[in-house]
């Protein structure tokens, strides 16, 4: 029997070895984002398309510690110790008053505005704890192509042209620095499911928005530890890109809720260096969230739902929701 026993000990080994083999290779692959935010992408029984009406973006997020060494020492000398990746996004959202029809467009709605920016982030991973830390560069204003993409999209889809393009916000630098600090705390098992808590604390500097942000988020479902919760566009909960190479299936459904305090929104105050269109910008926002995370082979499809409180001082409706799709594929 002991004979048995070793023999067969003997023989895992190698499956063992190949399988963690496999899983290190997985970890040193690279994750492709794509991911779609709109008021019409909504579980919600009809869109809106006002406000923050759409947001695309592609995102790269390198493998585990597959970083240049310059990388790593920043990492390590703001974040600390752990594991650390590197990533780069591409992102366009613009955001449109309520009623589009109106050539001069009403001055106490949501002026028109576009952005788009290329951003780089630093990731680290210390046991149940994220750190992102982000640069974004970019341009707010006709450059960021909002009008042509939006109308390119109604005449495909044969609905109507925003009428108000004309009066957008005029172009201007866009710089932004953010950084997050994700916590996982499980609590607890019952029934074959998991389920963890997502507090978080976010700060963003810059021409774009000011603001500091608290949230959390509750999960339940199966290998909670391979990621930190589903990505959104910032600002809003987001989890980040980056998540773990286990062939197993992952899921997870969720509910989370955040506040933010705001200085300055540059898509509702105007631009800082000229005269422009504007609101006067709540202070406070509030958002719920609840969604689904599936990580499989690789892939992770996630979609959230988010509800959120009003931006701007005279904003009808109060309340404003938008959906965001994302699918990921490591390799």
Known sequence: MIRKALLAGAMLLPMTAARADTDRQAESNSIWTIRGENDVISTMPRGSDQNYTSGQQIGWTSGTDMVPEFAGDLSHSLQGD??????????????TPANKALTNPDPRDRPYAGYLAATGLLLRDAGNSRDVLSLSLGVIGPLAQAEETQNSVHSLIRDAHASGWSHQLPNEVAVELF?????RVPIGQFAGLEADV???LALGA???RDYAQASTVLRIGQGLTNDFGIARIRPGISGGDAYGASDSVSWYVFAGADG??????AFLDGDLFSRSAHVQHLPL???????FGLIWRGVRLSYVQTWQTAE???????QFNFGSLALSVRF
């Open 285 to 291: 926002v509030g958002e719920l969230e609840a969604g």
């Open 82 to 95: 752990g594991t650390v990746r590197i990533g780069i996004e591409l992102t366009q959202q613009f955001f």
């Open 179 to 183: 950084d997050q600090r994700t916590w």
């Open 198 to 200: 997502l507090p978080a």
């Open 312 to 318: 701007f001082r005279h904003q009808s409706p109060s």
């Open 260 to 265: 933010q305090a705001v200085a300055r929104d």
């Open 206 to 208: 810059g021409t774009v």
